[in-house]
């Protein structure tokens, strides 16, 4: 069985947000640089069982059992005879810039939770445990001292709104760190494949 999480570029805790700007990027890539029908196929069926947190789960068990899953198999059959047919249908995502901006949002505003986490936790290691990542986490904590700054008025306003880009700004930088391993994990893929 093939190892869907390296044809991404992602890991097993990689969140729904951020494989689907993985697929986003990782076929945006294959078709502007003419990688091949096997890489857009492996791509798709990556996708397709990785967007879905119970098709991850039942990959990850036959995947470690060394058992073929229905489930799996049948959407893998399902990919291969779309495309032997010349049907392959790309899985149509929002634009990447897009899926980029409700990322950024959803970590800087939607995730209050882990902030209030955090507060009433007794170690930082346990929030970070049950985080994928930290950097989420760390910019969320930058973005609300900025927002409470500008309703406290502790500091100077200029440093809220410092402390409210700087926020954005490791999110995009965690992005496009993200979107080259995606693109570094897709040519090692097809490098080794010509080989």
Known sequence: MKDYYQILGIDQLTSKPLVRIAYSVAIEYALAHKLGEESTKDINTAYAILKSYRLRIRYQNAKSTRKTDAK???IIEGIDSNSNSGNL??????SKRILEIKYILKSLVFEIY???LYLISSTLGDILGI?????SFFSSVIFYFGILNLWANWLNPAYSILAILLSIGILVWFLSSFQRNVIRSIT???KSQNQ
């Not at 249908?89 to 929002?94: E, F, G, I, Q």
């Not at 985080?131 to 950097?135: A, E, H, I, R, T």
């Open 72 to 74: 799996i198999q049948s």
């Open 89 to 94: 249908k790309l899985t149509r995502t929002a």
């Open 114 to 116: 882990v902030f209030i």
């Open 131 to 135: 985080m994928s990542s930290g950097v």
């Open 188 to 190: 090692n893929k097809h």
